[in-house]
């Protein structure tokens, strides 16, 4: 019953460091997204993927890139990590059919000193 | 584009008792989703509820109901018998029932700031 894996769970890093955030679903879903989780703020869309070879922007794209590797796995890249990119960032999946939840992965809590 | 608010920033209920959560939201498509998303201190995101627009029938789920009014745009859960196993961030969340053109389907989900739930026992 994996569902949604994101790796790492956590991660400090230094200002203008980069990272590769990696998520992985097993559920045969094609879409994906990346989220941040900011407090007071709730959830912001960072990116989705409609489908395996297609990226979009979301709420709050700036400085980060993702990449639909395969149908499985979407990964979130930060260039060059500034101290406003501290937060818990969720992945999530979610099937084709209209009634269907996104499923969310346990998240990683990034820390950029 | 859509919002959706959640006014109450934080609630606190006795155990047993029942607590009401309140969600409006904007728009102005007329077929979509709504859901109820409860994060305990383990950080999970997990599903309580969820209710198709086009449902006039409120849902439920053993002890989480929602009351879904349309006109007003509010979607309120209420969580009878509370449990100290409630006490979590929920987030209210809105998604569209429309199909993207790039050939796949795209659900995004726009979330409220969520309310902190505390249960006293």
Same mark, same amino acid.
């Given at each position: 019953?994996?569902?949604?894996?994101?790796?790492?769970?956590f991660q400090v890093l230094k200002t203008g460091q980069s990272m590769?955030?990696?998520c992985a679903q097993d559920m045969n879903h094609n879409s994906m997204y990346w989220y941040r989780q900011d407090p007071g703020m709730g959830l912001r869309l960072i990116y989705y993927s409609a489908s395996e070879g297609t990226t979009d922007k979301g709420e709050v794209p700036n400085g980060y890139n993702v990449s639909r590797l395969n149908k499985r796995e979407f990964s979130l890249?930060?260039?060059?990590?500034?101290?406003?990119q501290t937060s818990v960032y969720f992945c999530a999946s979610s099937g084709d059919r209209d009634?269907?939840?996104?499923?969310?992965?346990?998240?990683?809590?990034?820390s950029i000193l | 584009a859509q919002t959706v608010t959640q006014s109450q920033p934080e609630m606190s209920v006795?155990?047993?008792?029942?607590?009401?959560?309140?969600c409006t939201y904007d728009t102005s498509e007329s077929d979509y989703y709504l859901f109820w998303y409860k994060q305990p201190p383990s950080r999970q995101m997990i599903l309580v509820i969820r209710q198709e627009a086009y449902k006039q029938q409120n849902a439920t789920e053993n002890r989480f109901s929602v009351n879904f009014q349309k006109a007003a745009k509010s979607f309120s859960l209420k969580i009878s018998d509370s449990q100290l196993?409630?006490? =979590?961030?929920?987030?209210?969340?809105?998604? +569209? =029932?429309?199909?993207?053109?790039?050939?796949? +389907?795209?659900?995004k989900l726009t979330f409220g700031k969520g309310t902190l739930l505390t249960v006293n026992p």
């Open positions: 019953n994996a569902g949604v894996t994101q790796t790492p769970k590769t955030l990696q890249r930060l260039e060059s990590a500034a101290p406003s009634n269907q939840p996104q499923h969310f992965g346990d998240g990683t809590r990034l | 006795q155990e047993a008792e029942t607590v009401t959560l309140s196993g409630d006490a =979590a961030m929920y987030f209210c969340a809105y998604r +569209s =029932a429309k199909w993207r053109n790039s050939g796949g +389907s795209n659900y």
